[in-house]
C-alpha cells in the first residue's frame, strides 16, 4: 500500500488550494482519512478528518474555510482549502487509518502517514 498526496504550492494570503491524497491499494477498506500539518518549529496537529461513513472532523481555525470529502471507491481525499492565511503555512501529511484488506477484521489494520506536501501562504 503506497499513500501519495499532491496539490501543494506556493498561494497568496487569501487564495485557494486544493490537495489530494489517494491510497494505493487492492480490494482495501480504510475507516477514516485526514489531513495533519506541521508548521516550522510547531508540532503536528489536526487539520480535518472525514470518515468512510461521512464523519467529518474539522479544527476550529479551519472550519469555515476547508471543506474536505472523500472518494470511498478510489481510496482518494480531496480537501480544498480557501482564505488561506499566512499561519496555514506548513507541511501537510494526509492520514490513512486502519486500512485493512475488505472483510477482514480490526486487527489488521494498518495506520499511515502520506510524506508529506509544503504549502506556503505569503503575506
Known amino acids: 500500500v503506497q499513500v501519495s498526496e499532491s496539490g501543494g504550492g506556493l498561494v497568496q494570503a487569501g487564495g485557494s488550494l486544493s490537495l489530494a491524497c489517494v491510497a494505493f491499494?487492492?480490494?482495501?477498506?480504510?475507516?477514516?482519512m485526514g489531513w495533519y500539518r506541521q508548521a516550522p518549529g510547531q508540532g503536528r496537529e489536526m487539520v480535518a478528518t472525514?470518515?468512510?461513513?461521512?464523519?467529518?472532523n474539522q479544527a476550529e481555525p479551519v472550519k469555515d474555510r476547508f471543506t474536505i470529502s472523500n472518494d470511498n471507491a478510489k481510496n482518494t481525499l480531496y480537501p480544498q482549502m480557501s482564505r488561506l492565511k499566512p499561519e496555514g503555512t506548513a507541511v501537510y501529511y494526509c492520514?490513512?487509518?486502519?486500512?485493512?484488506?475488505?472483510?477482514?477484521?480490526?486487527?489488521?489494520?494498518?495506520?499511515?502517514w502520506g510524506q508529506g506536501t509544503q504549502v506556503t501562504v505569503s503575506s
Open positions: 492520514t490513512v487509518r486502519c486500512l485493512k484488506p475488505v472483510g477482514e477484521s480490526d486487527t489488521r489494520c494498518t495506520n499511515y
Open positions: 491499494g487492492q480490494d482495501i477498506y480504510i475507516s477514516e
Open positions: 472525514i470518515t468512510a461513513t461521512d464523519s467529518i
